[in-house]
């Protein structure tokens, strides 16, 4: 079973940063990904931003493209997000996720990830 520690979370202003860092129990093989999903009330959890552990290859959702970098720590298992510019509607539930087996097709639906963190609220506001 895959633990995975969220941290960093909190209210920041529009056009601020923060910096959500996630670490995991495992040691990562295969197709081993960690990635970072977020949620609102009454909508589905979507897709932020995903890193292939081997070979670092990343993948991020457009609305947050340019603004956000996903990136690792190799001798600590643990992923960040760096959200930059960040707007209001940036604001929601940050979960990590992290899975083995992954394809590449099938980074961007949360139903298809296995392991999944506590969350951490992220609140834009002035």
């Known amino acids: 079973q895959v633990q995975l520690v969220e941290s960093g979370g909190g209210l920041v202003q529009p056009g601020g940063s923060l910096r959500l860092s996630c670490a995991a129990s495992?040691?990562?093989?295969?197709?081993?990904?960690m990635g970072w999903f977020r949620q609102t009330p009454g909508k589905e959890r979507e897709f932020v931003a995903a890193l292939r552990w081997s070979g670092g290859s990343t993948f991020y959702a457009d609305s947050v493209k340019g603004r956000f970098t996903i990136s690792k720590d190799n001798t600590k298992i643990t992923v960040y997000l760096q959200m930059n510019s960040l707007k209001p509607e940036d604001t929601a539930v940050y979960y990590c996720a992290a899975d083995y087996s992954l394809i590449q097709s099938s980074i961007p639906s949360h139903k298809n990830w296995d392991y999944w963190g506590q969350g951490t609220q992220v609140t834009v506001s002035s």
């Open positions: 495992t040691r990562p093989f295969n197709r081993f990904t």
